[in-house]
């Protein structure tokens, strides 16, 4: 029997920041038909709250390093302030969602990255997602909002890298759904030019991934996306999709990644 | 047919600031058996918060007057960083919580308090209380924990009492469970001597509240709690208890309200 499609959307941080921006993604999103998973994170409003409080944020390679305070501004802002606030908007818009982090229903485990050369702090790397209890809301059809928060079994909440967070939802539900993943941010898709929004590149296979690699075409904050979009990839997820929030009705300019 | 008892709990501010006296409430909470449900509010940590983010606090009568930034500071106080420990914490405890405010599954609807004269911000009345989708949880046997927000269906968030939220959510599941109340906090119940902790007055009914209302003998904090009491027990709610976490499993010496 062929399994019903899920869609996985994760939504870039500058379409959070800016409610002219959100609003419209938030409307394209509540249109998008069946089931459905809308993941964010939030960190230049985390990094802007940790400034107001006197906090100083660290970051390594784009990487937060996670002490307690910033696990605290975290799952403030993350958890509360832009989770139940884009709730609440998709209230409005006859969308039924529910705001979640990992700890919810015990959804995402996680346990602390490994300290090597660096330690990063109260960072998870994602150790299993519970599919039953996600799939059990799709099936009640409510539409999960995940804040890039998950937790260890220990009661720890950790920061956890909102792309990961959407892969590996996107991974658990492949086995009673057919997962499409949608990577939405504020550009059409990966650009062969930055300079030029209409340069998408409108598919990117193994062969193609390694050609713009090479030529180092890829931005730096593309790199792990596209990383993580070639192990789901690998590992269940059907199509992945790249670009902004045209492509979730309206079919616009956008990039796939295909195998 | 007898119908299944749920136990809604709702835990008082100077429980949650402090994590030497959270965690044994937490303990009893995750031991009692059966459906359950936590409510919980912050009002002294988004006090602290707001002040560290130079916003003043305005309060009258003991209440919250809720502008833009002290909703935000509710938001991410309440919403995230109470609820989303809390949860993690019972998850430690093998209980089962999912974390959620009223916007979550359109659990709590509340219109703005109407100005009169005084005009209290972002302070919702709850006009509707999901009992659909909460007794869907509770079947799913998930533990629920609310915060004190709930929405209006034109997608704003509200402030809104926290006691409130416990017994109308146990007014709501009256129409398929026997709800009893339970409100815990610091003291081991509604105290004759506010200076003599073992001054409990075991049962309060309807004359007995009258007597100690005339006398004064309630505390300016007590009184729309044990308003709120009576008015749910009028309106579906079994049982009432006030006093510590002792009372939850233990019976240990607490207020019963009764008609």
Known sequence: MKKQVVKIV????K?????AKLLPFLKDFALMQGPKVLVHGGGKMATE??????YETKMLDGRRITDANAMQVITMVYGGLINKNIVAKLQALNCNAIGLCGADGKSIVSKKRPVREVDYGYVGDIVKVDEAFISG?????LVPVFSAISYSEDGQLFNTNADSVASEIA???SAKFEPELYYCFEKKGVLQDPED???????????????????KIISEGMLPKLQN???????????????????????TLHTKIIK
Chains 1, 2 share one sequence.
């Open 197 to 215: 929004d209409s340069s998408v590149i409108e598919n990117i296979d193994g062969a193609k991934y390694q050609e713009l690699l090479e030529k």
């Open 137 to 141: 809301l799709l099936e009640d059809e």
């Open 171 to 173: 991974r658990a539900l």
């Open 229 to 251: 979009c070639f192990e789901a990839l690998e590992k269940g997820v059907e199509r992945i999709y790249l670009g902004d929030s045209g492509l979730l009705n309206r079919n």
């Open 15 to 19: 379409l959070i920041e800016n409610e």
């Open 10 to 13: 994760k939504i870039g941080g």
């Open 49 to 54: 709250m940790s400034g107001k409080l006197g």
